[in-house]
Structures are given as C-alpha cells and as structure tokens.
C-alpha cells in the first residue's frame, strides 16, 4: 500500500542549464525541513504561507550557503497534494539543484517515486484518476489544441460526465438488487430500459470523439513518398515553416528518413521525409535508404504522395502507386509553379481514392489548402457535439466501449425478461467499469502503470 505519512522531495524541473530549478518536498516534515536550510536574507524565522521569501540555502552541518533561493511554504490542505509542500526556487544548474536535494535528504525526507506527487493528490481527493492522467497529457501536450483538450480533462469535463453517467447505473442496480432481496414485497415497478438506454446514448456520444480525441493527444504519422526529386523534403520545409531537409537539384539528396513534428490544424502530424524510392539504382546507400522509406510507409496511418507535375509520370511514379494505393492519403502535385505543370493532370487510376492537392513546396503555394485537406482526412470531417468533452486516452476509450457493451447486454437482458440478478451482473460491470476511469474503482497496479509515465517530481 502507499504511504502518505513520510515526506517525499524531488528536483521538479528539467535537469540541465536553466536560470531557475526547483526541488519540491510534500509531506509532514516538509516545513521542519526547510527551517533547517533556509536562512532568510531578512533574518525572518517564521516562514509565511503562500508567500516568496528570500535567501540562501545553507548546509546545516557546515552552515556554508550552497545557493541563493526563494522559498514558499503551502500548507495543508490547500496545496497541489492536500499535504504540507515546500518548494525551493534555486538556480537551474545540476550542481547546485543535486546539492540542496542531499541536503533535504539528509534531514528525512526520501526520494520521490515517478509521478508520486500527483499519486498523493489523487489518494487524498484532490482530483480524481482521469484528472490526474489529464496532468500528463498538459505536460507532453503537442499543440494548442491538444493542450485544450488536455485542460478540459484536467478541470474535470470528462470525469464529470462519467460521473453522471455512473450514478444513472448506479440507480438501476439499487432497483434490480432491491427486487432480489425482497421478493416477496411490494416494490414499485421501475423503468429499467429507459435509463439504461440513455446511458446507452450518453456513452456512445462520449466515444464518438474518442477517435479525434485520441489523434489530438498523441498526433498520425504521415510518409512523404515519391521518386527521388520530385520536391518531398521541400515539402518537408514548407510543412513544418522551416528549412529542416537539405533540399538540391540533385536527385536522391535525402539517403535516410527524417522525421518532424508539424502542428496541422491542432494535429501533432509526425512527418517522416524518406528516400526516393526506386528500385533501379545500384547505390548500396541509396538502396539502404529505400528500404526504410518502404518501412517508414508500412508503418505511417496516411501517405502524403508526392509527383513532380512538371513532367509525364515516370515508371518509378507508378511503382510507388502501387505501395500508397490501398492506404489512406492524398496525391500531392507539386512544381506548379513551373509553366510546363500548368495543363498535366494525372490520370484517373492514378492513386484513385486520394483527394489532388496542387501545390508548389518552393513557392509556397497551396500549402494552407493542403494542410485544410489533410485535416479532413485526418479527421474525416466529423465533428464532435459542443456538450460533449473529448476522450483522448486509449485508457478512457477501451472502458468507455466495454461500459456500453455491459449496458447494452443488460438493456437485451431486460427486454427478453431475465431476471433481476441476471440483468444486475451487466449494469454492476459497467459501474466497476466507468470508476476504473474516474479511480473509484481501481486497483494498485494500476496505478503503478498510470504514475510510472510521470516524471519525478510531478
């Protein structure tokens, strides 16, 4: 089991070179601790709640000043843990952050395990498990709107919305546990049908924005593909608004992948720049090259094809086809800035699924109606309803569903009149199941691979 009666303490910054670092404590020996090391450059004794003292950080055994600091003490409950915390602005050097961190071992405290603060502010209340997940999400957050999705979640949209829902089922199973244990009493008939189907209704809205919840927290790989020279890496640049690919005349510059992340439209879209890909050349490095950007394709959820529409279409272009045409993505002609791409268009059997975008990578023509295409794509124009939070972990989705299959069964159950205790073992599966996501039902080693993503310190 966990404790929450030691103190725990744990640099909560970046290691590294930085004007600021902090080394943060929770526990019931956080403010003693402090005391100990912090001499106040106003001679000040008592430190303030919520207030920035300063002055250094002393060895108590030495009474030597390790750094200058400024220190705020948060007691309880009102801080991050619901627990005593301490933290200790320093300079963000490793020396001096790994020094005071010693120190503060010294005196009692203990190492913090990965995301143990956070752990400790869900085993006192002060936010729920989907809440507490949503923390991770703000901290590894790609883009804008991952970051918003990720901030609804924190401020309790979805557990909210479990919640009710939870309670919904909750209600039916005191009614269908009521009609086993007093059979032979008069129990008001009860509807059971109607709220199941509206939690049917409810979860089925929540997993409808799984998918796009899900593509905004952890982004789509997308391959750029084609014959060498037809503009991939330019395209690369033009994406990511940077020159990140050596870009030439020369056909076959780029020998290796190269991936980037791009923020399209709010999608973290993970770039992967690969070789041309011909299977004429003789070049063991160019053929090396070849290889991974084939298994860069296989691996990638959409291609992003790219032609050279200054030219007829070459035998290599229809080689390349015939590995994009069964997977979701979009034909990019590229080089219409050139007069001799004015009137080509391929032909229709060419990549037949995938919407044409024209574009000149160079110039930087099209590149905003390009992004606008592979958002639809991407997302394929569904739109998630305005009261309705977003589902973005894997976690949430897989519950969600196994939670409606129960409610559904027991809905069937219902209808072909089962008995109460049939139809109760389906509504009691999905209650257990939507407070896996909220943690009213959890188990340790859950939470042992929930918080071990964390950092230390978080």
Same mark, same amino acid.
């Given at each position: 089991?966990?404790?929450?009666?030691?103190?725990?303490?744990?640099?909560?910054?970046?290691?590294?070179?930085?004007?600021?670092?902090?080394?943060?404590?929770?526990?019931?020996?956080?403010?003693?601790?402090?005391?100990?090391?912090?001499?106040?450059?106003?001679?000040?004794?008592?430190?303030?709640?919520?207030?920035?003292?300063?002055?250094?950080?002393?060895?108590?055994?030495?009474?030597?000043?390790?750094?200058?600091?400024?220190?705020?003490?948060?007691?309880?409950?009102?801080?991050?843990?619901?627990?005593?915390?301490?933290?200790?602005?320093?300079?963000?050097?490793?020396?001096?952050?790994?020094?005071?961190?010693?120190?503060?071992?010294?005196?009692?405290?203990?190492?913090?395990?990965?995301?143990?603060?956070?752990?400790?502010?869900?085993?006192?209340?002060?936010?729920?498990?989907?809440?507490?997940?949503?923390?991770?999400?703000?901290?590894?957050?790609?883009?804008?709107?991952?970051?918003?999705?990720?901030?609804?979640?924190?401020?309790?949209?979805?557990?909210?919305?479990?919640?009710?829902?939870?309670?919904?089922?909750?209600?039916?199973?005191?009614?269908?546990?009521?009609?086993?244990?007093?059979?032979?009493?008069?129990?008001?008939?009860?509807?059971?049908?109607?709220?199941?189907?509206?939690?049917?209704?409810?979860?089925?809205?929540?997993?409808?924005?799984?998918?796009?919840?899900?593509?905004?927290?952890?982004?789509?790989?997308?391959?750029?593909?084609?014959?060498?020279?037809?503009?991939?890496?330019?395209?690369? +640049?033009?994406?990511?608004?940077? =020159? @990140?690919?050596?870009?030439?005349?020369?056909?076959?510059?780029?020998?290796? %992948? $190269? !991936? /980037?992340?791009?923020?399209?439209?709010?999608?973290?879209?993970?770039?992967?720049?690969?070789?041309?890909?011909?299977?004429?050349?003789?070049?063991?490095?160019?053929?090396?090259?070849?290889?991974?950007?084939?298994?860069?394709?296989?691996?990638?959820?959409?291609?992003?094809?790219?032609?050279?529409?200054?030219?007829?279409?070459?035998?290599?272009?229809?080689?390349?086809?015939?590995?994009?045409?069964?997977?979701?993505?979009?034909?990019?002609?590229?080089?219409?800035?050139?007069?001799?791409?004015?009137?080509?268009?391929?032909?229709? +059997?060419?990549?037949?699924?995938? =919407? @044409?975008?024209?574009?000149?990578?160079?110039?930087?023509?099209?590149?905003? %109606? $390009? !992004? /606008?295409?592979?958002?639809?794509?991407?997302?394929?124009?569904?739109?998630?309803?305005?009261?309705?939070?977003?589902?973005?972990?894997?976690?949430?989705?897989?519950?969600?569903?196994?939670?409606?299959?129960?409610?559904?069964?027991?809905?069937?159950?219902?209808?072909?009149?089962?008995?109460?205790?049939?139809?109760?073992?389906?509504?009691?599966?999905?209650?257990?199941?939507?407070?896996?996501?909220?943690?009213?039902?959890?188990?340790?080693?859950?939470?042992?691979?929930?918080?071990?993503?964390?950092?230390?310190?978080?």
């Amino acid at each position: 089991m966990y404790s929450l009666d030691d103190t725990i303490a744990a640099i909560a910054t970046s290691i590294g070179q930085s004007g600021i670092g902090i080394i943060k404590l929770s526990g019931p020996e956080s403010l003693p601790i402090a005391r100990q090391l912090f001499r106040s450059a106003k001679g000040i004794s008592k430190l303030q709640p919520y207030h920035l003292h300063y002055g250094h950080i002393v060895d108590p055994a030495s009474n030597i000043a390790v750094d200058e600091a400024l220190v705020v003490y948060m007691p309880k409950p009102h801080s991050y843990t619901q627990q005593d915390i301490i933290e200790i602005q320093a300079h963000g050097g490793i020396v001096p952050l790994r020094r005071i961190l010693q120190l503060v071992l010294s005196l009692g405290a203990r190492p913090a395990e990965a995301g143990e603060m956070t752990l400790r502010a869900f085993l006192n209340g002060r936010m729920d498990l989907a809440q507490a997940e949503a923390v991770l999400d703000i901290i590894e957050a790609k883009t804008d709107a991952a970051l918003r999705v990720a901030t609804e979640q924190l401020g309790g949209a979805l557990s909210g919305q479990v919640s009710q829902v939870r309670r919904a089922l909750l209600d039916t199973l005191a009614f269908l546990e009521a009609s086993i244990d007093f059979v032979e009493d008069e129990i008001p008939l009860q509807d059971v049908v109607g709220p199941l189907t509206d939690v049917s209704t409810q979860l089925e809205k929540l997993l409808i924005s799984a998918d796009h919840g899900q593509i905004y927290r952890q982004g789509i790989k997308a391959a750029i593909v084609g014959r060498p020279n037809v503009g991939k890496s330019s395209l690369l +640049n033009a994406l990511l608004r940077g =020159e @990140r690919a050596i870009v030439t005349e020369i056909p076959g510059t780029t020998r290796d %992948t $190269l !991936e /980037e992340t791009a923020n399209v439209g709010g999608i973290p879209l993970v770039l992967v720049d690969t070789a041309g890909i011909r299977t004429d050349t003789a070049d063991k490095v160019e053929r090396i090259g070849v290889e991974r950007s084939q298994k860069a394709l296989q691996q990638a959820d959409i291609a992003l094809m790219v032609i050279d529409g200054s030219c007829d279409l070459e035998r290599s272009d229809w080689e390349i086809e015939g590995l994009v045409r069964h997977k979701p993505g979009l034909l990019i002609v590229n080089k219409t800035d050139l007069l001799s791409a004015k009137n080509l268009q391929p032909p229709a +059997n060419f990549y037949p699924d995938a =919407e @044409r975008c024209r574009i000149s990578a160079l110039e930087n023509q099209g590149i905003n %109606t $390009l !992004e /606008e295409a592979i958002v639809e794509l991407v997302l394929g124009g569904g739109v998630t309803p305005a009261d309705t939070p977003m589902v973005s972990n894997p976690r949430h989705k897989a519950l969600l569903q196994r939670a409606l299959e129960h409610t559904q069964s027991a809905i069937t159950g219902q209808q072909n009149e089962l008995t109460p205790d049939l139809v109760s073992i389906d509504v009691r599966e999905a209650v257990e199941t939507l407070g896996e996501i909220t943690g009213e039902t959890v188990t340790e080693d859950l939470l042992d691979t929930i918080f071990s993503k964390f950092c230390i310190g978080k």
